[in-house]
């Protein structure tokens, strides 16, 4: 197979270190590969196939179907658009009507895996021993099973509208509140296309201060103190998208 793409995690603790590539056989079929970097990592992936075991069993999701071989795990190519590079293009088109489709439709995606509904969250020893404390005192939709890499960029739209979600590498089975997810995705959005989206913290209730506390924990769980290590106030985007005018039409519905 002729590899198109390659993406190291070497910054990560041993145990999570992998390497991502997409593959092209010679009909012109891709597929994505997940291989270990070390053989700590061997678990981690076998972890990973548990995860779409555990989350096709719980919830009615389309997942990009993994199969293993010598090499680690090989993953079914969804064709597909990233939701994300779909919200982008909405942003630079100021369609704003079209950002908020699809906002919308991933809150309501997430949201379909609640199990509890404003509830005050008690966080188990697990998740305290990845996350940290949790400091947030009013009432949290709950999901009993959570997908931390439910991001806008980990979703794909196929040619008929469907969510497909491509990656599920950090499945958690312990309670996680919403909130944590969803801010976690306007998190990653923000750092990886330079654009403000925890302006939406607000709009939606989200603890910003205490929730990037949270996700730092979680980053040292994967990279220990490297330095690769970033929280949402150290962020400093090259360019930022004005979307003063998209919250206003969001704050209002």
Known sequence: MKTIFTKYNRERLPKYQIVIKIVEDNQGKRYALKEPLCPEAWQHLNNIFKNYKLLQTTYNLNLAKPKKIKQGLIFEFIDGNPLDLLMLKAIKNNDRELFQEYLERFLGFVDSMVSKRKVIFKPSLEFEKIFGKWEIETPQDIMELANVDISFENIFLDKDGKFFVIDYEWVFNFEIPKDYIIWRSFFVFSLHHSVDMLGFANIYGLDDEK??????????YIYGNYKYI??????????????????EVLSTN
Do not use: Q
């Open 211 to 220: 929730l990037s506390e949270i996700n730092n924990n979680f980053m040292k």
């Open 230 to 247: 970033v929280s949402s106030k150290s962020n400093n985007p090259s360019y930022k998208v004005d979307l003063d005018e998209i919250v």
